[in-house]
């Protein structure tokens, strides 16, 4: 019994068709809308490449491009069978083709799905890996005149300013590494070697931030140095005063960004997946009304289209037996093969008889 059986007249048939004609090419566009999310979320993680330790992340992108370029393929073809559904000289070269399209389709709409949930899975990894990456961008910061990191600091400050965050966790990050270059300090000073001779590793700390960690819109200009002593500034106690810094950390700063620019993505994946699956359902109702109508001794008769031919579970033992059946054709029988090596022998020992002349009487 098939499952979800339709009767389509002549003029429903043409009718669907054309639909799905439309349909396929929503999908199309739907297909390019991916691929520029995908080429868009990937110069995104590419732009703050070097505050990220990993690039796991980037698989989210690289799906979307992937499942864009293929949907934009696989519903083109999908308008292509509409144009030949309603020729009977046309139609039947798209059959075997169709069995294919079908399985892209199907896996086109599990690629998508896989998309949303990677999304969701993958921020842990992404907090790790960006925590990882400030720490030592945060470390290098200082290295101006090292090749490979003469550009941190400019990416750093960058940052800082773009999303108004500071340190990794907060601005405390910073009193921890030395973010001051020896090329910019007097060693000739007292204070220099004092705070050097107080640190077991002979770095230059300070209670102060860079000058991006600044918030414009606080009132009372920039405190960047002496931040935990309150005798240092005028009107001004470090455990109860609102500093004038930014309070967010870049890690959840970056991580609220890229995470809410994923996550925004999903309603639009879903969607698509929705439409994906409208054109799948809907070409197999037109191939198979239109063979059904086909199979008529008058093609402009009424036909049934339907999902699958027989139910459920009657098509899954037809798949599981056919899938046996390939699995046996592929193997190699143990007892046959043995059989014919054996065969293949006495075939040589009696050539080998033959070719030896018989003894001279």
């Given at each position: 019994?098939?499952?979800?059986?339709?009767?389509?007249?002549?003029?429903?048939?043409?009718?669907?068709?054309?639909?799905?004609?439309?349909?396929?090419?929503?999908?199309?566009?739907?297909?390019?809308?991916?691929?520029?999310?995908?080429?868009?979320?990937?110069?995104?993680?590419?732009?703050?490449?070097?505050?990220?330790?990993?690039?796991?992340?980037?698989?989210v992108?690289?799906?979307?491009?992937?499942v864009?370029?293929a949907?934009?393929?696989?519903n083109w073809?999908?308008?292509r069978v509409?144009?030949?559904?309603?020729?009977?000289?046309?139609?039947?070269?798209?059959?075997?083709?169709?069995?294919?399209?079908?399985?892209?389709?199907?896996l086109?709409?599990?690629?998508?799905?896989?998309?949303?949930?990677?999304?969701?899975?993958?921020?842990?990894?992404?907090?790790?890996s960006?925590?990882?990456?400030?720490?030592?961008?945060?470390?290098?910061?200082?290295?101006t005149?090292?090749?490979?990191?003469?550009?941190?600091?400019?990416?750093?400050?960058r940052?800082?300013?773009?999303?108004?965050?500071?340190?990794?966790?907060?601005?405390?990050?910073?009193f921890?590494?030395?973010?001051?270059?020896?090329?910019?300090?007097?060693?000739?000073?007292?204070?220099?070697?004092?705070?050097?001779?107080?640190?077991?590793?002979?770095?230059?700390?300070?209670?102060?931030?860079?000058?991006?960690?600044?918030?414009?819109?606080?009132?009372?200009?920039?405190?960047?140095?002496?931040?935990?002593?309150?005798?240092?500034?005028?009107?001004?106690?470090?455990?109860?005063?609102?500093?004038?810094?930014?309070?967010?950390?870049?890690?959840?700063?970056?991580?609220?960004?890229?995470?809410?620019?994923?996550?925004?993505?999903?309603p639009?994946?879903?969607?698509?997946?929705?439409?994906q699956?409208?054109?799948?359902?809907?070409?197999?109702?037109?191939?198979?009304?239109?063979?059904?109508?086909?199979?008529?001794?008058?093609?402009?008769?009424?036909?049934?289209?339907?999902?699958?031919?027989?139910?459920?579970?009657?098509?899954?033992a037809?798949?599981?037996?056919?899938?046996?059946?390939?699995?046996?054709?592929?193997?190699?029988?143990?007892?046959?093969?043995?059989?014919?090596?054996?065969?293949?022998e006495?075939?040589?020992?009696?050539?080998?008889?033959?070719?030896?002349?018989?003894?001279a009487?």
């Amino acid at each position: 019994m098939a499952l979800l059986k339709i009767k389509f007249s002549q003029q429903r048939r043409v009718r669907l068709a054309q639909g799905l004609w439309l349909l396929s090419w929503l999908a199309v566009m739907c297909g390019a809308f991916i691929f520029c999310l995908g080429v868009y979320l990937k110069i995104e993680l590419l732009r703050r490449d070097e505050v990220m330790e990993n690039t796991e992340i980037h698989v989210v992108p690289n799906l979307l491009m992937l499942v864009g370029l293929a949907s934009i393929g696989a519903n083109w073809v999908a308008s292509r069978v509409c144009q030949d559904s309603l020729d009977a000289s046309r139609f039947p070269r798209w059959k075997v083709l169709l069995l294919g399209w079908y399985a892209v389709a199907a896996l086109l709409c599990c690629l998508l799905l896989a998309v949303v949930v990677l999304s969701y899975v993958l921020q842990g990894r992404l907090e790790e890996s960006l925590k990882v990456g400030l720490r030592n961008g945060i470390r290098f910061y200082k290295d101006t005149d090292v090749p490979g990191r003469c550009f941190q600091k400019e990416t750093i400050d960058r940052l800082q300013m773009e999303f108004r965050c500071c340190g990794n966790n907060n601005f405390k990050d910073w009193f921890e590494v030395q973010w001051v270059s020896n090329r910019y300090l007097d060693f000739t000073s007292q204070e220099v070697k004092d705070r050097i001779r107080s640190n077991v590793d002979g770095r230059y700390l300070l209670d102060g931030v860079p000058f991006s960690c600044c918030n414009p819109a606080s009132p009372r200009p920039c405190l960047q140095n002496q931040l935990t002593d309150s005798r240092a500034h005028y009107n001004y106690e470090y455990q109860s005063e609102e500093l004038n810094l930014y309070s967010r950390g870049c890690r959840q700063a970056l991580t609220d960004y890229y995470m809410g620019l994923m996550n925004s993505t999903g309603p639009g994946v879903l969607s698509v997946i929705l439409i994906q699956l409208s054109v799948l359902l809907s070409m197999r109702y037109l191939q198979t009304a239109v063979e059904g109508a086909m199979a008529l001794e008058t093609p402009e008769g009424e036909s049934e289209g339907y999902i699958l031919e027989k139910d459920v579970k009657a098509t899954y033992a037809d798949v599981k037996a056919k899938a046996l059946d390939l699995l046996k054709f592929a193997q190699v029988d143990p007892a046959s093969e043995a059989a014919g090596a054996e065969e293949g022998e006495k075939e040589a020992e009696a050539t080998a008889k033959a070719a030896t002349p018989p003894p001279a009487s």
